[in-house]
C-alpha cells in the first residue's frame, strides 16, 4: 500500500497502534538518515526502545539498502568473514 502524504500516514499509524496516540509522538525529521536527501511523503521511520524514543527515518528504497546492509555487516560477524 502506498503512502500518499504524511498526515496520511500519521493517520494510519494512529488506527493501528495504541501508543501514537498523539501527534507529538512522530517527530519526522526533513532529511533522510541514509543518503541525506530531503524526504517526501514514501517513508520509512524506525524508533529505538531507549527512553529518549529517538526515531530513524528514511526513503522507503533506503530502508531497503540500509536493511541489507545490516544483514550483510550481521553475517560478515557471525563468520568472521574479514
Known amino acids: 500500500?502506498?503512502?500518499?502524504?504524511?498526515?496520511?500516514?500519521?493517520?494510519?499509524a494512529k488506527t493501528e497502534y495504541e501508543h501514537a496516540a498523539d501527534d507529538a509522538h512522530f517527530r519526522p525529521t526533513d532529511h533522510c538518515f541514509f543518503c541525506g536527501e530531503p524526504l517526501g511523503d514514501d517513508l520509512v521511520m524506525w524508533q529505538g526502545c531507549d527512553d529518549r524514543a529517538q526515531q530513524v527515518w528514511l526513503h522507503r528504497d533506503?530502508?531497503?539498502?540500509?536493511g541489507g546492509r545490516l544483514i550483510c555487516d550481521a553475517l560478515?560477524?557471525?563468520?568472521?568473514?574479514c
Open 76 to 81: 560478515i560477524h557471525k563468520y568472521r568473514i
Open 1 to 12: 500500500m502506498r503512502i500518499e502524504s504524511y498526515s496520511d500516514f500519521l493517520s494510519r
Open 62 to 66: 533506503c530502508a531497503k539498502e540500509l
